[in-house]
C-alpha cells in the first residue's frame, strides 16, 4: 500500500495561488491514477482532478481553468497547482492514489488546509 504526504497548504488571499505536492513512498507509483479531493465543512468530500498514470486528466467544473494537475513519476509526486483562488476553494485538500490494478488498495494522505481569505 502506498503512503501518501501532502503540503504545500495554507492561507492565501482571494485571486492568489498555492501548489499543493502529495509525495507517494511504499509502493508503485505508476500503477496509480492520483486524484486531489477536498471537503469544506459540513460539506462532502469531493473530487477537484484527478491524472492517470499516462497523463490522462479531468477536472471539476468549478475549478477548470483555474487548476492543473501534474505528476512527475520520476519523483513519485503529484501536484496541484491553484490560481484564481476563490474563498468558496477553502478546504482540506487530500491526496488519493486509486490503483488502476487489481488488488491493490487504494490509500489516503492525511489532508493539508488550504484558506482563501482576506
Known amino acids: 500500500q502506498v503512503q501518501l504526504v501532502e503540503s504545500g497548504g495554507g492561507l492565501v488571499q482571494p485571486g492568489g495561488s498555492l501548489r499543493l505536492s502529495c509525495a507517494a513512498s511504499?509502493?508503485?507509483?505508476?500503477?496509480?491514477?492520483m486524484d486531489w479531493y477536498r471537503q469544506a465543512p459540513g460539506k462532502q468530500r469531493e473530487l477537484v482532478a484527478g491524472i492517470t498514470s499516462s497523463g490522462s486528466t479531468n477536472y471539476a467544473d468549478s475549478v477548470k481553468g483555474r487548476f492543473t494537475i501534474s505528476r512527475d513519476n520520476a519523483k513519485n509526486t503529484v501536484y496541484l497547482q491553484m490560481n484564481s483562488l476563490k474563498p468558496e476553494d477553502t478546504a482540506v485538500y487530500y491526496c488519493n492514489a486509486d490503483p488502476e490494478v487489481w488488488g491493490v488498495v487504494e490509500s489516503w494522505g492525511q489532508g493539508t488546509q488550504v484558506t482563501v481569505s482576506s
Open positions: 511504499g509502493s508503485d507509483f505508476n500503477i496509480y491514477t
